[in-house]
């Protein structure tokens, strides 16, 4: 082996390295990014119609095509629920391959070196993948079109594709491609008619004349056809009128909400794409050049080449006129834009090389070309994504570890509300919520009980446009009926910060069959009858007599239905009282809290007999209720005023209420009024526990409420002044908690 | 490569798995076997699968605290940089505190700790890719290729050898250069000639002045052994045996250099102190012997039984009452510690021997700072890698010396030789990397041991290759098992005249075939 070609091979494979850390971290790191609000919404969407069947317009908002839930639908059927967005960021990948392979095409098209069209897919690629645009690492419905118009331009501009006998074919592929594209995105259809003359500039190269008449039928017709087959589908289903009530209808409102006129589009447009450029000059110079050399080579390029030429001038003009006849331009949705310009920058970069190789020949350092593109990626667009993406795949086990390493920062508020679903209701199931955000449904693994998954359907609220009644869709109501029909959500869950609009429909199905169960400084969960019934109230069972932990030496007093320690027993984590060996439970009875003294501090600790798993606890400090481990306070709610305000040397309140701040929702519970504070006050409470969670009632209510893991026992410790319980019961768990 | 095996014609073809397995072959020929027999494209297919296990090996090791959580903590990092510190271009940095190749790396890469982590973690990886490289280029059959070569890529995984790229010591590069000198040295046995003797002599003189203990093995066996057979191995050529005898003296100056700059900074004091402290102020018979050639006994000393310069606030090396024998540690001491080596090596050999089970077994977890054992696969079970216990280290012993004596037999007499000394060394090395110390002994035996385990896969690889070649040779001689034996025969000839081709800068040498 020489030296020039032992260099060129060290070379080469230091490229093949970056690349592979490239795709690497792409891949860990876009299972994050993907993340995103739309790819999130359409995941929604898909996992109602896995639950409930029937087509993604009964299952959702739809306003494209149905391409975009189909692959996220692909991308369920073949992994797990944690495993999904490894799914979507390996479809990123291939997109982002595909239009990497379509700049490196453009590039040696017009004479660029292998190794210069290597360099460039490179760039392109990382771009797409690892970039620091916002429309880069994910998987909007853009970022599909894009791949599916790079796809046909790549086959348009690859010769081998056009030979003899394949033509038909690879007319009928870009047809699929383009149709898709224009079936997801209407307003695409300009951007698919620039891509599509590419492919007509390569079928005049076609000699035999039926082969050549027939795929310009195909490349003409197939995308009408792609385009016709959703709502013929939908129609022959029986379902047209949710299609197009989503597809079309819903487009329509989105259009006249803005309450701009045409003029007034383009003005905004013409600001938004002086901002634009103002924002990535680099754009603008590769728009520049583009249109420069397009018009100092147009008489020597030769006709496919201007064809080519025209092509990617239609789309980029077709990609802003989607954006102005969008009307909104948020960051991922100029990916549309990006390519196209990706595309004029190979063309560029090909004609540029052309030119130079002709005065001087052939470059040595070719080789090197990819490597270098790939370090030029990497410093000027940042490297922050492709060090998130390393440190991911370094630290990757397994989808379940990293699920499970994810769960243990959740927020202690999302904590507990998982929690209390987890008591009434089991993965998959139905959540009914009032919301604007498609990871309510996600982050606690369940679906959506409504297509509305978002209040803003039902109260006519247009995104970046104005809000009125006559925006909400026909037969919205009655759908939503039919979806809580077949539904029967266990759950209704309320962000505090978007409270329940009255007077809807969705209010009065709350109304009429919710019960508030746990109001938290961020969520009000609110459960349904049955449910409330059986958690807040629930069957007492039999009395139990508790036993103690330790087998000798306890200073627990003991009896049948009672457990008393006495107030100056000095606190002890093993002396503990046995109230239950297994999960699936329910231990009620009453406790005596006296501030500062008797029950101001108990603890329900979730443990397992052999100390594998870690302590879970449901504490009540004087007031305050929490949830925790023997580490962290998860979350907590305040049963009323602290009654530590009312300590000797303090002005004791009087007539404090023991209550719920929403009296409301205590009309069948026991309500301890005290006139002083200080004064023991007796408390109902009930540790409900089901197979994956537990939650503490006191007083009628949902204080508190923690997952377990693989705890299976409870028992009582008290950390401060002792206590007395009294009236305990052990009785059966809700019967959806798991433990059937 | 040879042709494609072709397809049985009995009558058992018949049969549904016959029809699969003839359109299989078929389809073989057709699609495969036209790529994988051009070797130039295997061998492109094979190196970008190394670029690709090797980037995936570093990212998994690096990339979790990539790129700003490489922080230095050990005294000794700070040591190494240090010496950097003084620049090669001045007379201090050759009788720094360190012996100068792990400095000069830290200096050539401007001690970035970032990017010397970086740099040695690809070093290191590269260095088991050459292992693999080499063990495909030496064996001659297919079958000893692929499990030996896994087994070697297998090592170099290990959390508790690669834990080491991420630190700021030596370990690491003393790891590296002791994979690339054994594999020169296995090189040279396998096909003797002077570029490769001189490869190897300069990888081991590289791996002599980066840890001053490596220094021992080599001069107690790779000097010896270099002048002898520059005298006693007629069958080489002449030029070939007076390269030998100046490698031989070369690296005896080596050592030499490095033990002296290593007296002359006085870091071997540290090490003296440690082992009079917990070795040898245990032992009264060591320590009246110690009394006898100097070293100042007295009560101050005594009262510091068990303890090392680390205990209590680094009390025996700044209390006032040892003053004394702290400056009999910086004198004569260092040199009657290295005497007691050999005096009493019947006592250090058994109480190494004792110590075995735990230092084999180590996997080095209290040194691994950035979790890199999370990241990596879990040691090789059943010790087929190496070995972790007494047991095992016994069996590799027997099964090494096995292989050695296959070898020998087997028309592979001057690889027996080389890897037989080897062996010894070996032994040497873990001996003196057990003495040397007595204070973060696991630390200092990695390098021996993952040098250890190395060599001992070599040997029997080396054995079990011959083995195979034995047996397919009798059987292909006795023709009784039909002409796949023979198409593999001629396949593996195929494979080894290639690899003579590319041998063809080889100085004949009669004794080595």
Redesign the interface.
């Known amino acids: 082996m020489t030296v020039a070609r032992g260099w060129r091979r060290v070379v080469l494979l230091a490229t093949v390295f970056l690349v592979g850390a490239m795709v690497l971290a792409a891949f860990f790191h876009n299972e994050f990014r993907a993340q995103n609000w739309d790819p999130m919404q359409t995941r929604v969407y898909v996992d109602r119609t896995i639950h409930f069947g029937g087509t993604f317009y009964e299952n959702g908002l739809v306003n494209k095509g149905p391409l975009e839930p189909m692959v996220y639908r692909l991308a369920a059927a073949v992994t797990s629920w944690d495993g999904f967005w490894y799914a979507i960021s390996a479809i990123v990948l291939v997109i982002s391959g595909v239009l990497g392979w379509a700049a490196s095409a453009a590039t040696r098209f017009f004479g660029g070196h292998r190794m210069l069209g290597l360099a460039v897919g490179i760039g392109v690629f990382f771009h797409f993948a690892l970039g620091k645009a916002d429309y880069a690492g994910v998987l909007y419905s853009r970022n599909m079109i894009i791949g599916l118009y790079g796809g046909a331009f790549l086959i348009g501009i690859s010769a081998r594709w056009w030979l003899p006998g394949r033509a038909r074919w690879a007319s009928a592929a870009v047809g699929v491609l383009l149709g898709l594209g224009i079936q997801t995105l209407f307003v695409g259809t300009v951007a698919a008619i620039g891509v599509g003359l590419v492919s007509l500039s390569a079928i005049e190269s076609v000699d035999d004349d039926d082969e050549y008449r027939a795929s310009r039928r195909i490349l003409f017709w197939t995308p009408v056809l792609a385009f016709v087959s959703a709502p013929l589908y939908y129609a022959i289903r029986g379902r047209f009128e949710e299609f197009w009530s989503s597809y079309w209808t819903y487009n329509v409102y989105q259009n006249v909400a803005t309450g701009r006129s045409l003029a007034n589009q383009l003005v905004y447009g013409r600001d938004v794409a002086l901002r634009y450029y103002r924002a990535w000059p680099l754009s603008l110079l590769i728009v520049v050049a583009f249109v420069a050399l397009t018009l100092a080579l147009w008489r020597s390029m030769s006709r496919r080449e201007r064809f080519v030429h025209l092509a990617l001038t239609i789309w980029f003009v077709g990609a802003w006129a989607e954006l102005v006849a969008g009307q909104r331009y948020s960051s991922h949705y100029f990916s549309i834009l990006a390519l196209p310009t990706a595309l004029m920058a190979a063309t560029t970069i090909g004609h540029l090389y052309r030119l130079v190789a002709a005065t001087r020949g052939e470059f040595r350092s070719a080789a090197a070309w990819p490597l270098l593109a790939g370090l030029l990626a990497i410093a000027s667009g940042g490297g922050g994504h492709l060090t998130l993406g390393l440190e991911a795949a370094s630290s990757y086990s397994s989808v379940h570890a990293t699920a499970e390493a994810r769960a243990t920062t959740q927020p202690g508020a999302q904590r507990t509300v998982r929690a209390v679903l987890d008591l009434v209701s089991r993965p998959d199931d139905p959540l009914l919520a009032w919301t604007e955000y498609p990871w309510t449904y996600l982050q606690y693994h369940r679906v959506a009980a409504t297509r509305w998954i978002w209040k803003s359907f039902m109260l006519g609220q247009i995104y970046l446009g104005r809000s009125s009644p006559d925006y909400v869709l026909p037969r919205t109501w009655q759908w939503f009926a039919n979806d809580m029909a077949e539904a029967h959500p266990a759950v209704f869950l309320e962000e505090t910060a978007l409270p329940l609009t009255e007077g809807t429909p969705f209010a009065t199905y709350v109304h009429n069959g919710f019960e508030e169960a746990y109001a938290g400084a961020t969520n009000n969960i609110y459960l349904r009858d049955d449910e409330a019934e059986d958690i807040l109230r629930g069957g007492a069972g039999d009395e139990f007599t508790p036993t103690a932990r330790l087998s000798a030496g306890t200073n627990w007093d003991l009896g049948a239905g009672s457990a008393s320690l006495a107030a100056d027993t000095p606190p002890s984590f093993t002396d503990a009282v046995a109230l239950s060996d297994s999960l699936c439970t329910r231990i009620s009875g009453t406790y005596l809290a006296e501030p500062g003294n008797a029950g101001s501090f108990l603890s329900f600790r979730f443990d397992s007999a052999d100390g594998s798993a870690p302590n879970m606890r449901l504490n009540v400090v004087d007031t305050q209720v929490f949830s925790g481990d023997d580490g962290a306070i998860f979350d907590s709610t305040d049963l009323g005023p602290p009654l530590t305000s009312a300590l000797p040397g303090d002005d004791p309140t009087t007539d404090t209420v023991l209550a719920p701040d929403d009296a409301s929702t205590t009309e069948a519970t026991v309500v301890p009024v005290v006139d002083d504070a200080s004064e023991p006050t007796t408390h109902q409470f009930a540790v409900v526990v089901g197979k994956d969670s537990a939650a503490i009632v006191i007083d009628g209510m949902i204080r508190a409420a923690v997952r377990l893991t693989n705890q299976d026992r409870l028992s009582l410790e008290v950390r401060n002044g002792g206590v007395e319980l009294g009236d305990l019961h052990r009785g059966a768990a809700p019967p959806n908690s798991g433990c059937g | 490569m040879g042709e494609p095996t072709a397809p049985p014609t009995s009558g058992r073809v018949t049969t549904t798995l016959g029809r699969a397995r003839t359109a299989s072959t078929r389809l073989a020929r057709r699609v495969l076997v036209p790529r994988v027999t051009s070797s130039e494209r295997r061998s492109q297919v094979m190196?970008?699968v190394a670029?690709?296990a090797?980037?995936?090996f570093m990212?998994?090791?690096?990339?979790?605290?990539?790129?700003k959580h490489f922080a230095i903590f050990f005294p000794d990092s700070f040591s190494f940089l240090n010496a950097a510190r003084q620049t090669p271009f001045s007379p201090g940095f050759y009788a720094a505190e360190r012996p100068i190749a792990f400095p000069t790396l830290l200096f050539l890469l401007g001690r970035s700790t970032v990017v010397t982590v970086v740099v040695q973690t690809l070093l290191y990886a590269l260095a088991y890719l050459l292992a693999a490289l080499v063990v495909c280029r030496i064996f001659s059959q297919r079958e000893s290729r692929l499990i030996v070569s896994l087994l070697v890529l297998s090592i170099g995984i290990e959390p508790r050898f690669a834990l080491w790229t991420t630190h700021i010591l030596s370990e690491s590069l003393g790891m590296t250069l002791a994979v690339i000198s054994v594999l020169c040295w296995w090189r040279f046995s396998a096909a003797p000639c002077r570029g490769r003797l001189h490869l190897a002599g300069a990888s081991t003189i590289a791996w002599l002045t980066v840890r001053d203990s490596n220094v021992p093995p080599w001069l107690a066996v790779g000097v010896p052994a270099l002048l002898l057979a520059s005298l006693w191995w007629r069958s080489a050529d002449h030029s070939l045996r007076r390269a030998m005898r100046l490698w031989g003296v070369v690296t005896l100056v080596v050592c030499v250099g490095v033990t002296l700059t290593q007296s002359a900074n006085g870091r071997n004091r540290y090490a003296t102190i440690n082992n009079v402290g917990s070795r040898v102020l245990p032992e009264p018979r060591i320590t009246q012997w110690f009394e006898d050639q100097g070293m100042p006994v007295d009560q101050a000393l005594l009262s510091r039984t068990g303890s090392n310069s680390f205990n209590n606030n680094w009390d025996m090396l700044t209390s006032p009452d040892l003053q004394t024998f702290r400056d009999w540690a910086d004198a004569s001491g260092q040199r009657v510690m290295l005497e007691s080596y050999a005096r009493f090596a019947p006592h250090w050999v058994a109480e190494l021997y004792d110590d075995l089970p735990l230092l084999l077994g180590s996997d080095q977890t209290s040194y691994d700072a950035f979790g890199v054992a999370?990241?990596l696969p879990d040691a090789v079970t059943g010790q087929i890698n190496g070995p972790t216990s007494r047991a095992g280290l016994l069996v590799w012993t027997l099964l090494s010396s096995a292989g050695i004596a296959l070898a020998a037999l087997r028309r592979r007499r001057v690889q027996a030789v080389v890897l037989g000394l080897a062996l010894v060394s070996t032994f040497v090395d873990l001996y003196m990397a057990y003495v040397g110390d007595s204070v973060e002994v696991q630390r200092h035996m990695v390098g021996p041991l993952a040098r250890m385990a190395l060599i001992m896969l070599i040997c029997v690889g080396v054995g079990a290759d011959a083995a195979i070649e034995w047996l397919r040779t009798s059987r292909a001689a006795r023709g009784s098992d039909g002409p796949d034996d023979a198409a593999d025969a001629a396949h593996d000839a195929d494979d080894e005249s290639a690899d003579a081709d590319a041998d063809a800068d080889v100085v004949p040498v009669g004794a080595a075939t």
């Open positions: 190196s970008i670029v690709l090797l980037l995936v990212v998994r090791v690096l990339g979790e605290g990539w790129p999370k990241r």
